[in-house]
């Protein structure tokens, strides 16, 4: 007879202590896990990332259930920070998928148990074609790890659930190592963000990660003004550019403050008409450089609470980008 189960709704208090131990469990699987690499796995994470750092082909990871869920995360995360990496399930690649794997590839084979049947297929196909195999596993001395090339020998620590049966802890642990070698080869080939930005080009990640030089108004549509332009003048600059701010320029061109709509407000008790903007500008205007991120300038914009920010170069103006400029392209 099929065993149901009642539906009851969770008891507040309950439901905390539940997710408390849960995470204090999985605290001390990572800890555990952290001493781990203190010892021998640190040696053969250091084998294991050299070993993917060096080879000329992708990187193919392989796994089963939820360690199979674990393993595409894994291939997602080394892509999108330039390993080429994808996953293959051990059951398709036993129906054709292993010719995707090639000789010049490395192979990350994922189980708990290191007994998992379906990855024979895989490990044999390693072998025989001698393509670097890296199991993650707490069975050191298991099947998959008598064939790998390198074994990073998780331990073996409690699951969070308290039936000791749901992989939690345990997948917790793969993720960790596998977001380890991800962030171990990036760093190793220089990454940067805008290797990153190549990998991410939609969403507000991409928008983040745009550089202000992409967006910033340029040329004729910075306003500017020379010392000792009076106030009218600046203010007329003021509204036909619309961007809130008129820059102030020394004789040599270079930036000696702004005009902003705020410094007109704070001064509107004086007789503007015979004012110059050296008497109302800001001697010390927020700057940034063409190479800023678009997400860097907004939150300079939210810090100092401003609207525009001058792009200079060598303290020159060469541009303006204004908050609804970095809204327009989604930077957050």
Known sequence: MEARLLKTKPDGRAALESALRTIATDQAGVEALAEAFRAELGASFVHAAELLGGIRGRVIVTGVGKSGHIGSKIAA???????????????EANHGDLGMIARDDAIIAISWSGETLELKGIVA???RFAIPLIA?????KSALAREATVVLALPRVQEACPHGLAP?????????VGDALAVALLEARGFTPDHFRTFHPAGQLG???????????????????ARGTLMPEAVMTLSRKQVGCVCVLEADGTLAGIVTDGDVARNLHRDLRNVSVDEVMTTTPKTATPDTLAG????????????????TEENRPVGIVHFHDLLKIGAA
């Open 136 to 140: 993650i596993t707490a069975g050191e």
């Open 296 to 311: 860097k300038a907004m939150a300079m914009l939210n810090e100092f609470k401003i609207s525009a920010l001058v792009i």
């Open 77 to 91: 995360t080394l892509a999108s920070t330039g390993t080429p990496a994808f996953f293959v399930h051990p059951a």
């Open 207 to 225: 928008a983040n990660l745009t550089h202000v030089s992409e967006i910033m108004l340029t040329g004729d549509r910075i306003p500017t003004a």
């Open 125 to 127: 196909y390693a072998r």
């Open 168 to 176: 939690t802890t345990s997948t917790l642990l793969q993720l960790v």
